[in-house]
């Protein structure tokens, strides 16, 4: 696992973060209907490696619960500008309390590294550890 410290944040800069992220352990992209529609590309983060500064108030929280389900993730948006910046879940599968850091928040990380760390997921039908047949939206 090779961490490195990366600094990141929302479009008009009320909320900013510093995160130790392994890129090499993976990034996901997930077409389940909330990631679909949001063109979600995030990168799972342990609580205690990402370091948050907002202003007071500015985050907002947006929770989708899918029918027949319980919540786990709370979405987290700067109120200001309206960028997602990270959902929030305490997962026992992904080590306990994390962030789930939407990868477009990042500000200096290599491109390159970037795009070969993506990981497809079926979040549509709940296949997780599955690529879905068409990734060409995600």
């Known amino acids: 696992m090779a961490?490195?410290?990366y600094k990141g944040g929302c479009h008009c800069g009320a909320v900013r973060y510093q995160a130790e992220i392994d890129l090499g352990?993976?990034?996901t992209r997930c077409n389940c209907s909330i990631c679909s529609k949001?063109?979600?590309w995030f990168v799972f983060v342990?609580?205690?490696?990402?370091r948050l500064t907002a202003k007071p108030g500015a985050?907002?929280?947006?929770?989708?619960?899918?029918?027949g389900r319980d919540a786990h993730l709370h979405y987290r948006f700067c109120k200001t500008c309206g960028v997602r910046l990270f959902a929030e879940g305490d997962?026992?599968?992904l080590g306990g309390p994390f962030y789930a850091v939407a990868v477009a928040t990042i500000e200096d990380a290599d491109?390159?590294?970037?795009?070969?760390?993506i990981r497809y997921?079926?979040?549509a039908h709940d296949r997780y550890d599955r690529t879905p047949q068409d990734t060409r939206l995600m």
Do not use: C, F, N
């Open 3 to 5: 961490t490195k410290t």
């Open 25 to 27: 352990a993976g990034t």
């Open 38 to 40: 949001a063109r979600a």
């Open 46 to 50: 342990p609580k205690s490696r990402l």
């Open 59 to 67: 985050l907002a929280d947006y929770q989708w619960v899918p029918e």
């Open 91 to 93: 997962h026992p599968t």
């Open 111 to 117: 491109p390159d590294e970037l795009a070969r760390s």
């Open 121 to 123: 997921v079926d979040g």
